[in-house]
């Protein structure tokens, strides 16, 4: 009876701070994939993250995939809401809530970007993506809470900063995630906007390697052989510190997709060309 009560006000204290600080839905299902917009809680109290959530047909709980944006070159204050729509569709019709969060920092969510790494020459990196996953943390926990949402066998993806933030959250093992798929992730990448240019790449190999110290959920990173952002020989040195350290890595470097690797995940004609290896991956895990 006691279990019962404290569940019972836990659910009525989420549900009356939703309320108050206006989070969930801001309107409708649109599409086929019940398209919407939500305001979920970031790590910073009062200062929500505009939300895209896509869902599978019906009402049964579904595992929750949360899907974690980059950072841009310039005009961060300027990015809108991340949706991934080819990327978010293909996850849908393997039966996962899609929940796209824009992080703190970024566009409408507003407010301090804690996920800066500071200077090129002395990159934190290791701090910018700690900061990172606190917000990929706040949006597990809270879809968690949705009537919809299974509290377990979430499923955690990224491209190129959002990837950075996954391979953060892995180190700290999160109850309930049952793998991580990190796409062409890293930091400090096209300094000056020149390609195969990284700020500190030794200061990025490092960083992987201390997060993969405690990281022992399941994870697969997949690159391209012409990534701009992070060359082949970066993104296997940053996977061999992370196994080094002691990290799960199923690491692979694909063949050149496009103009520009770096936009493989995001591509709706890179879908073809991933997702055999994530569903071979993501089918271990379920």
């Not at 824009?102 to 790494?117: A, K």
């Not at 690797?261 to 709706?268: D, I, P, Q, S, Y």
Request: one cysteine or more; charged letters at 15%.
């Amino acid at each position: 009876m006691r279990g019962t009560m404290l569940a019972l006000l836990t659910a009525l204290t989420l549900t009356s701070g939703a309320l108050a600080q206006g989070l969930g839905p801001q309107g409708g299902e649109i599409g086929a994939n019940r398209e919407q917009v939500w305001k979920i809680p970031s790590a910073d109290a009062g200062r929500p993250m505009l939300t895209t959530v896509f869902r599978p047909p019906g009402e049964q709980r579904r595992a929750l995939a949360i899907l974690n944006h980059g950072s841009p070159v310039s005009g961060r204050d300027q990015m809108q809401r991340p949706r991934f729509a080819a990327a978010a569709s293909w996850f849908v019709q393997q039966g996962y809530v899609v929940v796209a969060p824009l992080r703190r920092g970024y566009g409408e969510t507003g407010g301090r970007w804690n996920e800066n790494y500071g200077s090129c020459e002395a990159g934190d990196f290791y701090g910018a993506g700690i900061e990172a996953a606190k917000d990929v943390d706040a949006a597990v926990q809270y879809m968690r809470t949705q009537r919809f949402a299974l509290p377990d066998r979430t499923l955690i993806v990224g491209l190129s900063a959002g990837g950075w933030a996954t391979v953060a959250y892995s180190a700290r093992n999160p109850a309930g995630v049952s793998a991580m798929v990190n796409f062409a992730g890293g930091r400090g990448g096209r300094n000056m906007n020149l390609p195969n240019n990284n700020c500190a790449p030794r200061n990025l190999v490092e960083a992987a390697g201390k997060f993969g110290r405690t990281a022992r959920v399941p994870t697969l990173w997949i690159y391209a052989q012409n990534d701009s952002f992070f060359d082949p020989k970066l993104s296997r040195d940053m996977a061999n510190a992370y196994k080094a350290a002691g990290g799960n890595v199923d690491f692979r470097l694909l063949p050149a997709f496009g103009s520009d690797g770096h936009g493989l995940f995001a591509a709706a004609d890179g879908v073809p060309v991933w997702s055999p290896l994530v569903q071979s991956f993501i089918a271990s895990y379920r």
